[in-house]
């Protein structure tokens, strides 16, 4: 089993940063891949970004390209999501995500524990 808590989440105007966290417990952390989802109101759960076990290889789903960082601190058990330049598109809650199996994977249904969700909120 694996418990995953998500942090950081808030209101920021559009332009602005915000830096998400998803602290992790359970399994030993650095024998999984992790991803960032987001959801909007009314429309599908989507992939934002994905994490290897040993955070050598990162993928990004097109429209997070160059503005998002994903990252991970083994030693922290913790996983984060870098967000600049905000924009009133990316408000949606955000979830993290652990793939036992793969890495880079961009269904949420390959994703086999997750977070409760952060809520993010770009204002005009």
């Known amino acids: 089993q694996v418990q995953l808590v998500e942090s950081g989440g808030g209101l920021v105007q559009a332009g602005g940063s915000l830096r998400l966290s998803c602290a992790a417990s359970?399994?030993?952390?650095?024998?999984?891949?992790m991803g960032w989802f987001r959801q909007a109101p009314g429309k599908e759960r989507e992939f934002a970004a994905a994490?290897?076990?040993?955070?050598?290889?990162?993928y990004y789903a097109d429209f997070v390209k160059g503005r998002f960082t994903i990252s991970r601190d083994n030693a922290k058990n913790t996983v984060y999501l870098q967000m600049n330049s905000l924009k009133p598109e990316d408000t949606a809650v955000y979830y993290c995500?652990?793939?036992?199996?793969?890495?880079?994977?961009?269904?949420?249904?390959?994703?086999?524990?997750w977070g409760q969700g952060t809520q993010v909120t770009v204002s005009s």
């Open positions: 995500a652990a793939d036992m199996y793969y890495s880079g994977r961009y269904s949420p249904y390959e994703y086999d524990y």
């Open positions: 994490i290897s076990w040993s955070g050598g290889n990162t």
């Open positions: 359970g399994r030993p952390f650095s024998s999984y891949a």
